[in-house]
């Protein structure tokens, strides 16, 4: 008898063995409590508004603003529901023969900035976003005003259109 309880012995410790580390009985044992979950996205949005500048006639090499002592057209972008970042960049113009932008006016070229304090000081825009405010708060806003510098000649005199992006970012 002494011999055969010593191989119910050996089957018991392997018995367990398998039943503990075959993965039917890992995922037996992983099983837990399923509790209903529902994720939602943090959404962020900008809006800008009046949205549109009309800087109408403006002479090569000279510039045109939106402050309140040139159109009095300043732009306000206003924030969603979350604290978020605007980022703002400018396109070339296009219309008849295209213009580059640039940091420097020159011929078929422009530049195009933007204030925040109402002409005191302007960054000049680029094809890439930048940065034009941080942290702005849930339903908040932020003011800023644009110039164009007109290129020093022109091939043509053809209406342009010039698209500003703000961009909303965590």
């Known amino acids: 008898m002494r011999s ?3 191989y119910g012995r050996w089957l018991i ?7 503990c580390f075959s993965p039917t009985a890992a995922l037996a044992t992983n099983k837990g409590i399923e509790v209903p979950y529902r994720v939602e996205p943090n959404l962020i949005t900008v809006s800008v508004t009046d949205g549109f500048v009309n800087y109408g006639v403006v002479e090569l090499g ?3 603003d939106t402050t309140t002592t040139g159109l009095g057209d300043f732009q306000t972008a206003t924030n969603g529901n979350e604290i978020a970042n ?4 400018s396109s070339d113009a296009v219309g008849g023969v295209a213009w580059t932008l640039a940091g420097t006016a020159a011929g078929n070229t422009f530049t195009h900035g933007f204030s925040l304090d109402d ?3 302007w960054t000049l825009l680029t094809t890439t976003y930048q940065t034009l405010a ?6 908040g ?16 005199s053809v209406e342009k259109t010039i698209i500003v992006t703000v961009q909303a970012t965590l």
């Open 4 to 6: 055969r309880f010593k």
């Open 141 to 156: 806003t932020k003011t800023f005003d644009l110039q164009i510098g007109m290129p020093t000649t022109s091939t043509d």
């Open 62 to 64: 000279t510039s045109k």
């Open 134 to 139: 941080t942290g702005v708060g849930a339903f």
């Open 119 to 121: 002409g005191g000081a």
């Open 86 to 89: 605007f980022n703002i960049k």
């Open 13 to 19: 410790v392997l018995f367990l063995a398998a039943v």
